[in-house]
């Protein structure tokens, strides 16, 4: 079945520091891949998505590309802010009409100011 | 614009009571429709989904149901709450056939 491994956390960094997150996934077809984030307290916003192989998602500074050759989306930022404190949520899409997402466990980001 | 809510935003219960969290959508027709579980330090588990009015997929067995009786609203309930029910409960919609899911404010269910 359909997977998604994020890497452990907690992270935690200096504002304007550069962000990587790494993401990698096991899937049958060519599903879409997605970051979501949730801020404490609150539901998940969708930041980014990518819908096929070599596609570059990017939102708020955001960016992820799909590698379907390593089977990741590892998403990155060149200079983190304190608002970017948050948990974040790799997830892939089942290629169903049922439109399912599997999930990632969710990594916490931390900004220092 | 599509908005989605949820209700209660906080629910304290005893254990053994029963539980009815409400979400709808406004802004869409027939939307897929989804409730997820989030325990505490734990990743999204998806407990159920909808494609159509009365119209549920279970994803996990355990003591909650699901309930469609309206196409933008979607209903989770239980007859008797158990302790580990406690968690963060988030509806979610997408529109048909496209992948993309939209997620509401969530409700935080400490079960005592």
């Known amino acids: 079945g359909n997977s998604v491994t994020q890497m452990e956390g907690p992270v935690t960094l200096s504002e304007e520091a550069f962000l990587t997150i790494n993401c990698t996934y096991t899937a049958t077809g060519y599903p879409s891949l997605f970051w979501y984030v949730q801020y404490p307290g609150e539901g998940l916003q969708l930041l980014l998505k990518?819908?096929?192989?070599?596609d570059k998602g990017s939102n708020k500074g955001f960016e992820a590309t799909y590698r379907k050759e390593t089977t990741s989306f590892h998403l990155e930022k060149g200079s983190v802010q304190v608002s970017d404190s948050a948990v974040y949520f790799c997830?892939?899409?089942?290629?169903?009409?049922?439109?399912?997402?599997?999930f990632g466990k969710g990594i916490t980001l931390s900004v220092r100011p | 614009s599509q908005t989605i809510h949820q209700w209660p935003a906080t629910l304290v219960q005893p254990v053994g009571s029963p539980l009815s969290l409400e979400c709808t959508v406004e802004g869409t027709s027939n939307p897929n429709l989804y409730w997820y579980r989030q325990a505490a330090g734990r990743g999204l588990q998806l407990l159920f989904y909808s494609v159509g009015i009365g119209q549920i997929s279970s994803e996990v067995p355990q003591n909650l149901s699901a309930s469609r009786p309206q196409d933008r609203q979607f209903i989770l309930s239980s007859k008797k709450l158990l302790l580990s029910d406690s968690g963060f409960y988030l509806c979610?919609?997408?529109?048909?056939?496209?992948?993309?899911?939209?997620f509401g404010p969530g409700t935080r269910l400490t079960v005592l």
């Open positions: 997830a892939l899409s089942d290629t169903g009409a049922n439109s399912k997402l599997t």
């Open positions: 979610a919609w997408s529109v048909r056939r496209e992948d993309t899911q939209y």
């Open positions: 990518a819908t096929k192989a070599d």
